[in-house]
Each structure stands twice: as C-alpha cells, then as structure tokens.
C-alpha cells in the first residue's frame, strides 16, 4: 500500500470489554493474561485489545478472522454501535469515541453506510423504494432521491428491477439492493458486515467479482467484514487478520501469503492456491539496462552486449516503456548508419500490471520468450518477469 495515499481511518488503541470492570480487565491484559484467563478472573469478555490500523482513502480493507475473533465487535466500534473501552476512532479529523449524541449523528449520515449479511430489505417497499430509504430518512426531495437511487440501482446492475419486491428476487439481487441502497447514500466509507456470507457458493463468487469491478471503478473506501480466507484474498487491498480480538497481521493478500507472521497465520493459510494469489510482483526482477528513444543503434546494443541481452525495452526520459529493440535489429540499423532507434522498435510483446496474476504470466511467453513487462498505470517500466522465475514461483507455490 503507498504511503504516500490519504488516511481515512486511524484506529489507535482501541480495545473493548463486555463487562462492568473493563479497566480490570484491561490491567489484567496489560500483564500478559489471556482472554480465558481474563474471563475467568473477572466474569469479563475481552472482545478487543489494542487493535491498530489505517484505513486509506479509497482502499478494499477486509477485517478477517474466525468465530470470535473480535471482527465483528471491530465494525461496531467503528461506527459506534457499541462504545470502544479504550482507544480512538479517527475520521477525517473528528474521533468518533468522543462526539456527543448529535455530533454522533451527523458523523454517521455522512461518512457511514453499511451493508448487512441479512440483507435488512423492507418487504413491503418496491426495489426502488429500499434502495431511496437512507435518502428519505435525511429528507432529501422525492424527486432528488428518486433520480439517485435510480442511479445506484444501474451501478448494480438492477435496472428494470425497481418495481420488484424483495420477495421476487434472489439472494444475489437482494443483496445488490442493500448495496445500492448504501451507495445512494454517497456517505465516504462503505462498511460491509459478513454481506456475502448468506448467498450460495456461486452467487457469492459472482458479487465478489462485481464488487471488485465496482471498486475499481468508483474507488469508494470501504471495509468488509468476513470469515472467508478466500474471500479476503480475491476482493482486499490489504487484509487485518485477527485472532482473540488482537491484531496477528496486517498486510496484503501477497504480503500474507509470502510472509506469514507467525504459526497461526501459516496454518490459517494452509491449502490455499497460492499460485491463482500471487501476482507479477512476486516473479518481477529488476530491469538492469534499458535503451532510451533517442539513443543510437550502436549505443543499444553496446548497453545489450555489457548485460548479456539480445533485447532491449526502451523507454523515454521518464521510464515510459515505448517499445522492444533486438539485437538483430539494432545491427541492421547500425548498418544503414542511422541516427535513432526510435523506428525499429516493436510491439510485439507482453506487459502487465504488478498485481497481474501468477498464473496468468506463464501462457503470456511466447516461443521468443521475451522477458514480461511490468508497468504502472501510467505506463512507466517498473521491472520485468522472465519464464523461469515464474516457474521458480509456480514450484514454491505447489510446494506449500
């Protein structure tokens, strides 16, 4: 993740106990006791302690662990459905664990929606009506609300459905209402609690893939909540990994799978196709010699003779990739004495993007085998991935 990107969210220190001692409860953690020790003790429930991260603007962050990992306390805290015990939620400047019952309010209305695993759909209200309901409850005009649900009913993929009603939908369309109904809401985080966890295995994969399509194109920061390893993996930016309501990793899929913090999260990782994961970066090596537009032939292949190439990427003088040189190329272009490589380039080979996945790389080689680009999103050369480190990759995933 780029630090340089904007902090939504902070979350420092936060912890919470269920329980009418919680500072009792805390002190007892603080000196090294258990949750079960806790417990116990002092009748206490340690749903969280010292839980800290960010949250980016514009980022996927899934908050993943099992039964009783604390994830689903996390999304209440955040939003201040339960009071933290301890700590700071911080949006956009304002800590959400200090501000007044009103202040509370507004911080809600404008920067919360939530989509819920239950689906939480009025039955008795059109399709169109659900999804303007949030709108209605903050007295937007009815024309106003009509047009934005509308809207957000086409993002979804609901258009023509507005005057179903939930009971003649699936479970995947009924979902896609409660998303809808989140994004015509247009509050800056989108919280999703467990929203896939209803639907069938198929159905699921399908509103995985569109909610990621749907980031991608609207970039809204948004945090899910889920139990699914798997799920984290296809639709997270980054992942927080929790176990007994603390912090065991944070990280992205690649990070996760790569460098597993400790046991626990090697064993959680267990059995996953590691290969359908791990991307372009993983194989990517750096590019030790490029050719710039402007050089001559003679120069390209003196820069190919030092390195051992018989190709050559070629970039501007801001590490855009403009094309390929070869060898063979270049020395018919010595010959005919000209001034600039710029008109023997090709195009003929493959770039990617870094998050590229591994498994795709492979039939990507051609029987020429030039080394895979790696590019940003501006085009800029950032390495390059060659067969064998991609079978070297492929083998250690199989290996785990």
């Given amino acids: 993740m780029d630090e340089t990107r904007n902090v939504k969210i902070q979350v420092r220190g936060l912890s919470k106990v269920f329980g009418k001692q919680p500072k009792k409860a805390l002190e007892l953690r603080h000196q090294g006791a258990k949750r079960s020790e806790i417990l116990e003790k002092t009748g206490q429930t340690l749903g969280l302690y010292d839980i800290n991260f960010d949250v980016y603007e514009g980022e996927l962050l899934v908050i993943m662990g099992l039964s009783g990992s604390g994830k689903s306390t996390l999304i209440r805290c955040l939003n201040r459905l339960i009071d933290a015990s301890e700590g700071e939620i911080i949006i956009d400047g304002e800590n959400i664990p200090t501000l007044g019952e009103k202040a509370l309010l507004e911080c809600r209305r404008r920067h919360f929606s939530m989509v819920f695993q239950n689906f939480a759909l009025f039955p008795h209200r059109t399709v169109q009506q659900n999804a303007e309901f949030g709108l209605e409850i903050r007295g937007v005009g009815k024309t106003e609300r009509y047009d934005i649900a509308r809207s957000s009913l086409k993002q979804v993929g609901l258009d023509g459905w507005e005057d179903a009603y939930p009971n003649q939908l699936s479970g995947g369309m009924q979902q896609r209402v409660g998303l809808a109904r989140a994004l015509a809401n247009d509050a800056s985080v989108l919280l999703m609690d467990e929203a896939f966890s209803a639907l069938d295995p198929l159905i699921r994969k399908e509103m995985q893939e569109e909610l990621i399509q749907l980031q991608n194109k609207m970039r809204k920061t948004t945090v899910f909540i889920t139990h699914d390893l798997d799920e984290a993996l296809n639709i997270g930016d980054r992942i927080v990994l929790l176990k007994d309501g603390e912090v065991v990793q944070i990280g992205t899929p690649e990070e996760i799978l790569t460098r597993p913090a400790d046991d626990y999260v090697r064993r959680f990782i267990e059995?996953?196709?590691?290969?359908?994961?791990?991307?372009?970066?993983?194989?990517?090596?750096?590019?030790?010699?490029?050719a710039r537009s402007g050089d001559g032939p003679r120069t390209a292949l003196r820069k190919m003779r030092e390195?051992?190439?018989?190709?050559?990427y070629v970039t501007d003088r801001d590490r855009?990739?403009?094309?390929?040189?070869?060898a063979d190329t270049a020395s018919k272009a010595a010959e005919n004495n000209a001034d600039s490589i710029s008109d023997y380039l090709i195009q003929d080979f493959r770039s990617v993007r870094s998050e590229e996945p591994m498994h795709n790389l492979f039939a990507m080689f051609s029987d020429r085998s030039f080394p895979i680009a790696v590019v940003d999103e501006e085009n800029h050369l950032l390495g390059v991935v060659v067969k064998g480190a991609v079978l070297d990759e492929l083998a250690r995933a199989g290996e785990q």
């Avoid at 390195?307 to 050559?312: F, P, T």
């Avoid at 855009?320 to 070869?326: A, D, M, R, S, V």
Wanted: aromatic share 0%.
């Fill in 271 to 290: 059995g996953v196709d590691r290969s359908r994961i791990l991307t372009a970066e993983s194989a990517m090596r750096p590019v030790h010699a490029t």
């Fill in 307 to 312: 390195h051992g190439l018989d190709s050559i």
């Fill in 320 to 326: 855009k990739l403009l094309g390929l040189l070869e």
